[in-house]
């Protein structure tokens, strides 16, 4: 095993976060932590607040603050993410989540934010053409679909278009990531806790240049430990 980390995951929609998160979450055997992914499974709940945190999401709207800090403040707290690490998709994604987040880890911290780094004319284009599977949230594209007939590979279950990879709701969330999002760049700068990466080219690249970058940066700190 790799080793437990505690890791931000940063980047645009459509920028291969979640792609790269699996990826990273199996290399480093700790728990993948998506904000979009809990959320998304509360709609099945059919709850009042499920069906209000639904019309933010199709719209691509932000859930305030305070719903998401507290999905994620409850995930935290299970045994798995306290003894191993993880790797954390989707959240922060506001200065409030951000302050939220080091409040919940305090007197400890993140290991590290990794700023994936994809231009917006990439993501436009890889967005539009993103299916994912709705049960493992495995992600596909119609360049690169499941083998047989739009069942995923890994579980079977069925492989759709998102509700919120429409034009109007990419656009959304996109300026939505330019607003509140990247200052957060430079929040974690400020703390000498940012490596920034980037997402372009295949998703082997992209996972060896990550793993190197983490593992350059734990380093050091092994050293001091040992
Ligand atoms: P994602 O799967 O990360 O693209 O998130 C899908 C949608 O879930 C977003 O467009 C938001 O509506 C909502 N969401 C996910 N994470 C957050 C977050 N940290 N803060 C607010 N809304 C979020």
Known sequence: MAGGVRLVILGRQGAGKGTQCLRLARHYAVPHVSAGDMLRAMHKSGSE??????????????????????VVAHRLDQDDI?????????????????????????????????????????????????????????IYSVDRPPRIDWSCNVCGGDVVQREDDTELAICRRLELYAQETEPLIAWYLARDKLVVVSGSGSPDTVTTRLVRAVNHRRAPRRKAES
């Not at 933010?56 to 305030?64: D, I, N, Q, S």
């Not at 998709?89 to 989540?97: D, H, L, S, V, Y």
């Not at 700023?115 to 994912?132: C, F, I, M, Q």
Request: with cysteine; aromatic share 4%.
């Open 82 to 138: 306290i003894h191993e690490g993880f790797i954390l998709e989707g959240f922060p994604r506001t200065a409030a989540q951000a302050e939220g987040l080091s409040e919940l880890l305090a007197p400890e911290d993140i290991d590290l934010c990794i700023d994936l780094e994809v231009s917006a004319e990439v993501v436009l284009a890889r967005l539009s053409k993103r299916r994912v599977c709705q049960d493992c949230s495995t």
């Open 49 to 70: 607040l499920s069906r209000r945190l639904a019309k933010f999401m199709r719209a691509g709207e932000l859930v305030p603050d305070d719903v998401v800090i507290a």
